[in-house]
């Protein structure tokens, strides 16, 4: 993958010990995070994008399906939150409905339809820890699809890691390299005209793909969320349609010429090929919560 290769790996172990060293660590009480009975303030940003999605309405849910905070994105698609969250809220499921978003390919705003949001997962206190922009988008949106197929014991932290992994191996491999899933909540770059270079890196990339989405989303008749909410359905099922995965892999190499920083194309041409198949994720269930007994004396 050339010098993309070079990706900072993002490790679920390193990131719980920096969350146990932020929260645990410091004599300095004003650096500490406000902490009400087992909740911690918990302090993120959302990037949603199509392209860029303007003026959506962005929900965070916690386990239980219970909002925690709702925020609106900025022109970059940024939303910000901040509210108090225990452990046991984890996994989180974002939510972003309405708005407008840049669509790559005709290079004009479109409206995100009201009631089909597109969503994305935070898997644990850790991951807004060592990163601090969530992306929410088409994959990110097909990767959650996936894993609310999973069963209730299974939607956990493992079950959003293997979600991620599976479904954008299917279509876009090259993004879960060196990180596995954790990759995928990195935001892209932000594409908001025509006139936007983007990098060789892998934000670049990552954004090279959304547009292509986008691409061969107009070239099938459709919108991208159109397209997006396809893509959710098909990766449900375990297989991506191999003409959309021809058409994505071609769009995103012709945005790359368009759009592209000089050595973006160079590096989508040593791609591993997408194989359309989403493997089922099995993560190990949950143990449900142990009740005390009442025990006995002899």
Do not use: H, W
């Not at 452990?87 to 009201?114: I, M, R």
């Not at 956990?156 to 279509?171: C, F, R």
């Not at 107009?218 to 990766?235: I, R």
């Not at 769009?251 to 989508?268: P, V, W």
């Amino acid at each position: 993958m050339g010098k993309l290769n070079s990706t900072r790996v993002k490790l679920l172990t390193a990131g719980l010990l920096s969350a146990s060293l932020i929260v645990a660590c410091g004599s300095d009480k004003d650096a500490d995070p406000v902490t009400v009975n087992d909740k911690v303030q918990t302090e993120f940003s959302t990037v949603a994008a199509l392209g860029a999605l303007e003026g959506a309405v962005c929900t965070v849910f916690n386990s239980s399906d219970v909002a925690l905070g709702s925020a609106t994105t900025d022109e970059d698609g940024k939303a910000a939150f901040s509210f108090l969250a225990a452990p046991s809220d984890f996994p989180f499921v974002v939510s972003c409905e309405g708005g407008d978003y840049y669509d790559e390919s005709t290079q004009t705003k479109k409206t995100l339809p009201a009631g089909k949001p597109i969503l994305s997962m935070v898997p644990e206190p850790a991951t807004v820890v060592v990163n601090k922009n969530i992306a929410v988008n088409t994959l990110t949106d097909m990767s959650t699809a996936v894993f609310k197929t999973l069963p209730k014991a299974q939607q956990n932290a493992e079950g959003v890691v293997q979600s991620l992994n599976n479904t954008v191996k299917a279509i876009a491999p090259e993004l879960v390299k060196n990180g596995g899933g954790l990759n995928v909540l990195e935001a892209p770059t932000v594409v908001k005209n025509a006139t936007d270079k983007v990098p060789a890196t892998p934000a670049g990339k990552y954004a090279a793909v959304l547009a292509g989405i986008a691409k061969a989303a107009t070239a099938s008749g459709k919108t991208p969320d159109q397209l997006g909410k396809e893509l959710a359905e098909q990766a449900k099922t375990g297989t991506i349609v191999a003409e959309v995965i021809v058409q994505v892999t071609a769009k995103t190499k012709e945005f790359a010429q368009e759009q592209g920083d000089e050595g973006l194309e160079e590096d989508l041409n040593d791609d591993e090929e997408a194989t359309g198949t989403v493997v089922k994720p099995n993560p190990t269930p949950t143990p449900p919560p142990t009740t005390g007994g009442t025990g006995t004396s002899t």
